[in-house]
């Protein structure tokens, strides 16, 4: 049996008494609609699939251009992502400090 432990608190994850959340974070480069040609057929999903086609491509692209990263969350953690997804960044801005 596989164990979890949760990627944020290091706590393992009981899989018999608890779920255990998966994350999956997308960071990639944002397509300006406002910027192409206003064209009805254009199906813009398909134009970033298309884009994201592409990068894959460009190795040497891809990390600024597409990211994806998972993690693993116990309930708990789950919880606290939820409540304020962009604490961290929040924080960074204002030189909050955890001290
Ligand atoms: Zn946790």
Redesign the pocket.
């Known amino acids: 049996m596989i164990h979890f432990s949760?990627d944020?608190?290091g706590?393992p994850i009981d899989r018999e008494h608890e779920t255990r959340y998966v994350v999956r974070l997308e960071v990639y480069a944002a397509v300006d609609e406002d910027t192409e040609p206003t064209d009805p057929e254009v199906d813009h999903l398909e134009a970033i699939e298309d884009m994201l086609e592409r990068m894959e491509d460009s190795v040497s692209l891809d990390d600024e251009l597409y990211q994806q990263l998972r993690y693993d969350?116990?309930p708990?953690?789950r919880e606290r992502l939820l409540a304020d997804p962009l604490a961290r960044l929040k924080g960074a801005k204002l030189g909050f400090s955890n001290n």
Do not use: G
Request: charged share 0%.
């Open positions: 949760c944020a608190c706590q969350l116990c708990t953690c």
